[in-house]
């Protein structure tokens, strides 16, 4: 043969670090071990015990999601695949996209409505702010949008727009759809998607969920899903098409061969969450998350989000002057073997409160990692007063067993 086999191919053993990482950046998240076992079974992606794993996953995504009538899919991509099914699926080209812009990603759901050739406006929020419902109201009004698209928790810029039902109220007055991006904050914190009036609501596996990456959820609205039914003009994604989709999730019938093992982790995932219940787990990431901060505040670093606009599922930390934020990551990395994030663009790195993350054992060793390391490149902070400080929040909280 003309090429020959490469030679000096190392084996995963040599690669990867003989101790793993604690993942606690802004994602992938650590999984559980009933999620790590379905994922390495393999199935016929067709049949009955498909077809029953498929209207369990259903069932259990319009708990997580909040909706009785919701039109549930599986999307074989991440959380941006879903993304691009949602847009794909309910923009038409030509028509006129309202987009609220926090950060990268509320930013990529724009990109992406303008690849549909959509004419889009984007309402660039202020850095660290919250979307304003008024704001938001007065520009639905003024341009006339048929879709928002809107991101619950901004992961770059660690915002929350938390006002989403007055945002989606005000859509609803001027007949526009809104898609939300709730990848890190669906099952964090409370997202009702009937009660709100969400038309399309998308996650990905590997965040809020504590599954995998590569396999994703979407929920459409009743409204929406009539609106997809209703279009004649033919798409331009196949694998996003939602009526080839439904082929497969409602008819059991092929669409394309599915991610068999991602299916059945993200049963798994779901399954994990409907057994904790929404509200206890909304209570566990929040204290694990306001337990975190409080720790890193009481060493001497400053967050970067107010209160009133902070991100819980994804914490920011600015970088103070003479501190190297790749170097920082590096030596958490390599000495302590705890995985945060860098940045988007502002000087800050950003630690995780996601499904996994948010356990005292996680919290205890990446604060002391994340002090530790700032120490070792001379910040000098006061590791044990930011020690002591997540420990007693957690005590407030009572929490300390259950985390």
């Known amino acids: 043969m003309r090429i020959k086999s490469p030679q000096g191919i190392l084996s995963l053993d040599s690669i990867l670090p003989e101790e793993p990482l604690l993942m606690m950046g802004a994602g ?121 698209t809107i991101v619950q928790g901004e992961t770059s810029s660690t915002v929350c727009n938390n006002e989403l039902a007055a945002i989606a109220a005000a859509a609803k007055a001027h007949n526009c759809l809104v898609i939300v991006d709730a990848v890190c904050t669906l099952s964090t914190m409370k997202f009702d998607m009937d009660e709100w009036g969400i038309d399309a609501v998308i996650t990905g596996g590997q965040k809020g969920l504590s599954c995998i990456p590569g396999v994703s959820l979407i929920g459409f609205s009743s409204k929406a899903w009539e609106h997809i039914q209703s279009r004649s003009d033919q798409l331009r994604h196949w694998c996003l098409d939602a009526k080839l989709a439904d082929q497969f999730w409602y008819k059991k019938s092929y669409h394309y061969t599915a991610p068999v093992s991602g299916i059945l982790a993200i049963h798994e995932a779901l399954r994990l969450v409907c057994t904790e219940t929404l509200n206890v787990r909304f209570e566990r990431h929040l204290c694990s998350s306001q337990a975190l901060q409080a720790g890193i505040e009481a060493m001497g670093l400053t967050l970067h989000v107010k209160p009133e606009a902070r991100l819980n599922s994804v914490v920011g930390i600015k970088v103070p002057d003479g501190i190297d934020g790749k170097q920082l990551l590096s030596t958490m990395s390599k000495r302590y ?47 044990p007063a930011g020690m002591a400080a997540l420990e007693s929040t957690l005590d407030k909280y009572k929490l300390v067993d259950q985390l």
Do not use: W
Not at 41 to 55: P, S
Not at 337 to 357: D, H, L, P, T, Y
């Open 337 to 383: 073997k705890v995985e945060i994030s860098g940045s988007f663009g502002a000087n800050i790195v950003r630690i995780g409160q996601m499904g996994e993350q948010c356990r005292t054992h996680n919290l205890f060793r990446t604060l002391h990692a994340f002090g530790a390391s700032f120490n070792l490149l001379g910040q000098n902070l006061d590791l």
């Open 28 to 148: 992938p998240v650590p999984i559980p071990a009933r999620v790590a076992a379905a994922n390495g079974i393999v199935i016929n992606h067709l049949g009955d015990t498909m077809a029953q794993i498929i209207e369990q996953v259903k069932l259990m995504s319009r708990y997580v999601f909040q909706t009785e009538t919701g039109h549930i899919l599986g999307v074989a991509g991440p959380g941006s695949a879903a993304m691009e099914m949602a847009v794909a699926n309910l923009v038409i080209p030509g028509s006129k996209v309202l987009s609220v812009c926090n950060g990268f990603f509320s930013n990529r759901l724009a990109e992406m409505a303008e690849r549909v050739e959509a004419n889009v406006v984007r309402l660039m929020v202020e850095e660290g702010q919250s979307a304003d419902p008024a704001v938001v109201a007065e520009y639905i009004a003024q341009h006339k949008p048929q879709v928002l």
